[in-house]
């Protein structure tokens, strides 16, 4: 049984009935592209928290999909750990961390986890 199925599954066990099953990147991209977009080719990465999501479209129609298992969180908790800081703080600090600025100090140690963290994710995109 496949996660989809083992979710509806249990949605109908609840009670509830599922209308329809679709797929996180076309949902993603039914928010934020247009069909233009689409239509002359375009990539989306979802980066969510504990999974990147990719889709590529071309002559409107998705070609190609792939879920990464790297997500912010995984940047958030390197974060934490090169400033000594709280996860929660981290997540305020990443854009700033990946524009070079930086609004507290170091103790000892460097934000090179998440910069590796950050360049595995890309090497796994491309």
């Known amino acids: 049984m496949t996660?989809?199925?083992?979710l509806v599954k249990c949605i109908h066990g609840a009670g509830m009935d599922v209308a329809d099953v679709v797929l996180e990147q076309l949902a993603s991209s039914e928010a934020v592209l247009?069909?233009?977009?689409?239509?002359?080719?375009?990539v989306l990465i979802d980066c969510g928290g504990g999974t990147t999501d990719i889709a590529i479209f071309i002559g409107g129609s998705i070609r190609y999909t792939e879920n990464v298992t790297l997500g912010g969180d995984n940047i958030d908790r390197d974060i934490a750990l090169g400033l000594s800081t709280s996860p929660c703080r981290?997540?305020?600090?990443?854009?700033?961390?990946?524009d070079g600025h930086r609004?507290?100090?170091?103790s000892g140690r460097d934000d090179r986890g998440a910069e590796?963290?950050?360049?595995?994710?890309?090497?796994?995109?491309?």
């Open 3 to 6: 996660a989809a199925q083992n």
């Open 34 to 42: 247009t069909d233009d977009e689409k239509e002359i080719g375009v």
């Open 90 to 98: 981290s997540e305020e600090d990443k854009g700033e961390i990946r």
């Open 103 to 106: 609004r507290h100090g170091f």
């Open 116 to 126: 590796r963290r950050r360049q595995a994710l890309q090497e796994d995109i491309a």
